[in-house]
């Protein structure tokens, strides 16, 4: 159990320190909340449904896009950088512009089948103002794609480094349920 924990922590990290580069390097948000638990989940389960390529990117492109178009219909120069009175119509429109993201977000991963939870912290990064202009969407969805190729970059060196018993493939009974 402890192998698998660090092992676990140490290829998110691993995970993440691309992006971390990639930002660093280029001054642009390659790293976002939302994209740790994306991580966190390709390097806990590492195969399978949840950690599909397309579920992943598609869902967080479906978050992307929903957030900005309720950010840019809804709350347009406002931004939850500092805390809206209460009452005030700032705080009203952040609101709205969340609570609308998260219905177009949740009916569009349900509709194409790409549900994938940590879309939805996307969805409100943006729709908050956090992230909100088209190149910061964008560059949230090329760390999507990065993250996920990255992912399996690494699985296809492994699989052809040793054989398909490798601990990555192991059974794991004793795994959390998430």
Same mark, same amino acid.
């Given at each position: 159990?402890?192998?698998?924990?660090?092992?676990?922590?140490?290829?998110?990290?691993?995970?993440?320190?691309?992006?971390?580069?990639?930002?660093?390097?280029?001054?642009?948000?390659?790293?976002?909340?939302?994209?740790?638990?994306?991580?966190?989940?390709?390097?806990?389960?590492?195969?399978?449904?949840?950690?599909?390529?397309?579920?992943?990117?598609?869902?967080?492109?479906?978050?992307?896009?929903?957030?900005?178009?309720?950010?840019?219909?809804?709350?347009?120069?406002?931004?939850?950088?500092?805390?809206?009175?209460?009452l005030?119509?700032?705080?009203?429109?952040?609101?709205?512009?969340?609570?609308?993201?998260?219905?177009?977000?949740?009916?569009?991963?349900?509709?194409?089948?790409?549900?994938?939870?940590?879309?939805?912290?996307?969805?409100?990064?943006?729709?908050?103002?956090?992230?909100?202009?088209?190149?910061?969407?964008?560059?949230?969805?090329?760390?999507?794609?990065?993250?996920?190729?990255?992912?399996?970059?690494?699985?296809?060196?492994?699989?052809?480094?040793? %054989?398909? %018993?490798?601990?990555? %493939?192991?059974?794991?009974?004793?795994?959390?349920k998430?």
């Amino acid at each position: 159990m402890l192998r698998r924990q660090l092992g676990t922590s140490l290829y998110a990290g691993l995970l993440f320190t691309v992006l971390g580069l990639l930002a660093w390097v280029s001054g642009q948000p390659f790293i976002f909340p939302s994209l740790g638990p994306s991580a966190f989940i390709l390097a806990f389960e590492q195969r399978g449904k949840r950690t599909d390529s397309s579920r992943i990117v598609g869902s967080h492109l479906i978050g992307g896009v929903a957030g900005l178009v309720a950010y840019a219909v809804i709350a347009g120069d406002v931004s939850l950088t500092t805390i809206p009175p209460e009452l005030s119509t700032d705080g009203l429109r952040l609101t709205l512009s969340a609570v609308v993201s998260m219905i177009l977000t949740s009916w569009g991963m349900i509709a194409t089948n790409r549900v994938h939870a940590p879309a939805c912290a996307t969805t409100l990064i943006v729709s908050l103002g956090l992230l909100s202009t088209p190149l910061q969407v964008l560059t949230i969805i090329v760390s999507i794609v990065i993250l996920v190729e990255f992912h399996a970059g690494i699985r296809m060196l492994l699989s052809r480094l040793v %054989d398909s %018993d490798h601990a990555l %493939d192991a059974e794991r009974s004793d795994d959390l349920k998430i």
